[in-house]
């Protein structure tokens, strides 16, 4: 199958048009399911069947079109015919596992447009579905026998059959079933979705950084020693636990997996943390907290047990949690508690035993408020101390926001990074945090062109001009054409 991406403003073509890589808040696309450039023999899948001869792209004077001529043949060898007399087949094709483009859901389809020519008048509706999840929807307007029909669809309109499965209209792929459910002898030239979507800040983080310009900090665990005891004493001062506990045998800096010689920060404890690494990050000259636009490494989730050291006798095997990613202040109990730290999380890793890259956005992060005691300071800026020459404090309260700002002044800071939880053990490389000057202020709010804006149609979704008086449907939306 051929999909044709006609894409109104792609990240590129945005990066092209305005300076600093801009981004547009709203991203529509059209995704195109065409026959006319499909091989000759193509099957589709019958409505509950395998890829099926009645239902294959032929070669006709128009071109190459899909073509549904299913027959059903009966015990007596006759063909069965509906009402009409003409050929039935009470069925619907289907593409498996149809697959939008990345970035979008079911969620976000405004419309589907077929493009369908019937050559039998027996007036079967033409309908669309989503296989396991919906009922059909019917096209409910007229249609013209041996003439190309456009048919629109509003999506919203499918409703959830009795008994089948639930739907919540966010799914990337999905059985997408269409058809004359008991007609035959029709074609289908294509199928359009329309596709619309608020352009998440991680998109426009994705767009807006340049990894050409950008200064990255780098852990490279091939510069740490590897782990051991030394004097009979366990060292790992480069990692250690979130909380900030160092010197443990179960997060160390050791050689990978079997197979891959380079050293990494290996996680062996079980349980809810992460490797902290002590190393604070540095911001290059310049940049601040405020400056970081993406934290990425690589991560490798065994099937090995791990081990609490003050449990040796207690192996814990599992599938971990998400990788994450923990922001701190300069040392591990610093504004960011154990307790009460900020986080961004990752997917869940698909598959064990292989290296998998994660990303991390910072713009992602849900800043919590923050209490604390805070100094006491004179006329000259200094602590004033007490009769014990102690510092003397107040209580002080940041709310989220105020926690973000003032973390986005630092230029030094720490993170850590794994799993939460981490049950099998695992292992982290090629830690790099990206900072680029410029951040929201480089994404600019631009109006998305819209594919579908010129495209009128009235309540039975039928195309119109705008000299079409009464309800139109456009982009997806419902206009009185006055």
Known sequence: MKFHYLKSLSALA???????????????????????????????????????????????????????????????????????????WSTMTRYENLTLPSGFNFGNVLLIEVEYKPTQPDNVPFAIQLRGATDPLNFEGDVVVNEWNTLAFDPA????????????????????????????????????????????????????????????VEFNFDNYEVSGEVDGAFSSPYVGSNGGGINRPDMIIDKGPEGYDNNCAHIIYQGWTQIFITEPVVAPEGYTFDDLRLVEYDIYETDIPGVDYTQPDNPVSGRNGAPILKL??????????NNDGSSCGNSRLPSVNEWHHVEFYPSAYEWKERDFEENVLDENGEPVLDEEGKNVT?????????????????????????????????????????????????????????????????????????????????????YINK
């Open 157 to 216: 309109e499918l409703t959830t059959g009795e008994g089948s499965d639930a739907y919540t209209g966010t799914p990337t792929s999905f059985d997408f079933c269409m058809g004359a459910n008991g007609s035959t002898n029709y074609y289908i030239k294509q199928v359009t979705f329309y596709l619309e979507k608020e352009v998440t800040q991680r998109e426009k983080d994705e767009a807006a950084l340049d990894k050409s310009t950008a200064a990255c």
């Open 328 to 337: 701190k202040e300069w040392y591990a109990w610093g504004w960011c508690p």
């Open 394 to 478: 107040t209580p002080a309260h940041w709310d989220a926001d105020q926690v973000r700002d003032e973390f986005g002044k630092l230029t030094s800071f720490n993170i850590s990074i794994g799993f939460f939880p981490c049950l099998s053990q695992t292992y982290v490389d090629n830690v790099k945090l990206w900072f680029q000057k410029g951040g929201e202020e480089a994404v600019e709010s631009v109006e998305a062109v819209k594919a579908a804006n010129d495209v009128l149609y009235n309540v039975f979704g039928q195309r119109v001009d705008e000299s079409y008086r009464g309800i139109v449907i456009k982009n997806g939306k419902k």
């Open 14 to 88: 945005l990066a092209g048009m305005f300076a600093a890589n801009a981004y547009a808040e709203t991203l529509s696309q059209e995704f195109v399911i065409d026959f006319t450039q499909q091989e000759v023999g193509f099957k589709l899948n019958s409505f509950w069947g395998d890829p099926n001869d009645h239902m294959a792209v032929v070669a006709t004077d128009e071109g190459n079109l899909l073509l549904v001529d299913g027959v059903t043949v009966l015990e007596d060898g006759t063909e069965a015919v509906n009402e009409a007399g003409y050929p039935s």
